[in-house]
């Protein structure tokens, strides 16, 4: 089983960066998929989610109307565009498949490696 999430960088203040994570070994197309991350001396924090259709998309309060959470179920990915980033944005983002084909919290079976994310002022 493996999710191997890309896309991380370092990025000034107001600028995008495109995450995406690609699953292989477990199904895909029936699971639903998040982003969470993690900042230095901070605990794990849920990003966004999105049902394995991608007809519902879930964002937290702090990124809503900032990121957007896909998918393509073709090529087992989902992907996680974040505009406008800001420095307290910086951490390192994991994405994670659901157990279901919905979201719901403490659904996650799996874990990918996680990508750096670094936001300069």
């Known amino acids: 089983v493996q999710l191997q999430a890309s896309g991380g960088g370092l990025v000034q203040a107001g600028g995008s960066l495109r995450l995406s994570c690609t699953i292989s070994?477990?199904?895909?197309?029936?699971?639903?998929m998040a982003w969470f991350r993690q900042a230095p001396e901070k605990e794990r924090e849920f990003v966004a989610a999105i049902t394995y259709g991608g007809g519902t998309k879930i964002h937290a309060d702090s990124v809503k109307g900032r990121f957007t959470i896909s998918r393509d179920n073709a090529k087992n990915t989902v992907y996680l565009q974040m505009n406008s980033l800001k420095p307290e944005d910086t951490a390192v983002y994991y994405c994670a498949r659901g157990r279901s084909g919905n979201w719901y919290e403490g659904s996650v079976d799996y874990w990918g490696q996680g990508t750096l994310v670094t936001v300069s002022s």
């Open positions: 070994g477990v199904t895909f197309s029936r699971n639903a």
